[in-house]
């Protein structure tokens, strides 16, 4: 059961648009969200993360936004450029558990277009 | 600083046999995380240290899977008598535990021939 889900496995945008990833999760108990940018042949970089009680995290051209009724978090990058170019993908975690795990999805592929 | 190294980057084996991947963590960090990554997917946790102490190892698919971390800094995961399944990419990850954030390393690609 895929408890994170990001249903686009790929996104091309247009240098200077803006580029919206999304991901949706099943479990109630995830109380803080996080998207991590991965090049190939490194490891993930985190990029911003989110907790359950707020609903927007904003760090320059990055922001998400977490819609706790509906499940979904979706990360805006504005403008678009060149080097955002990589795969995304979100996880999540029960904190107030003590759950120290993350959970992922099974990522985005952005594509950068100049 | 230096981020988290991991060894080797890559490792082919033949099945049944032993292999120990290792991670050196960023310096400072109290936790560590090993997660494993098929191709077209994201990490999937496997096992979580506290210091030495292994806080969750409810990810690791089996008892052909350990994790030790005995000074609370290097780790080491080690799959005994290998199999074809278990060739994925190794990663690991770790964090100060004052925040949430986890660091990843570059990942151990392991293949089982």
């Known amino acids: 059961d895929q408890q994170v889900k990001q249903n686009s496995p790929s996104l091309s945008v247009q240098e200077g648009r803006i580029s919206i990833l999304n991901c949706d999760y099943t479990?109630?108990?995830?109380?803080?969200f996080l998207w991590y940018k991965k090049y190939p042949a490194e490891g993930p970089t985190f990029l911003i993360s989110i907790s359950s009680i707020k609903d927007k995290n904003e760090d320059g051209r990055f922001t998400v936004f977490l819609n706790k009724s509906a499940k979904h978090l979706s990360l805006h990058i504005v403008p678009s450029q060149p080097g955002d170019s990589a795969v995304y993908f979100c996880?999540?975690?029960?904190?107030?558990?003590?759950?120290?795990?993350?959970?992922f999805g099974q990522g985005t592929r952005l594509t950068i277009n100049p | 600083g230096a981020g988290v190294s991991q060894s080797p980057r890559y490792k082919v084996t033949k099945r049944g046999q032993d292999v120990a991947l290792r991670c050196d963590p960023i310096?400072?960090?109290?936790?560590l995380y090993w997660y494993r990554q098929a191709l077209g997917q994201g990490p999937e946790f496997l096992t979580y240290?506290?210091?030495?102490?292994?806080?969750?190892k409810s990810g690791l698919p089996n008892d052909r899977f350990s994790a030790e971390r005995p000074e609370g800094s290097i780790s080491t995961l080690t799959i005994q008598r290998t199999e074809q399944r278990d060739s994925a990419m190794y990663r690991c990850a770790s964090s100060s535990g004052t925040d949430y954030e986890q660091y990843f390393g570059p990942g151990t690609r392991l293949t089982v021939t």
């Open positions: 310096s400072g960090h109290v936790s």
């Open positions: 996880a999540a975690s029960a904190m107030s558990e003590g759950a120290q795990k993350l959970v």
């Open positions: 240290f506290n210091y030495e102490a292994q806080q969750d």
């Open positions: 479990n109630s108990m995830f109380d803080y």
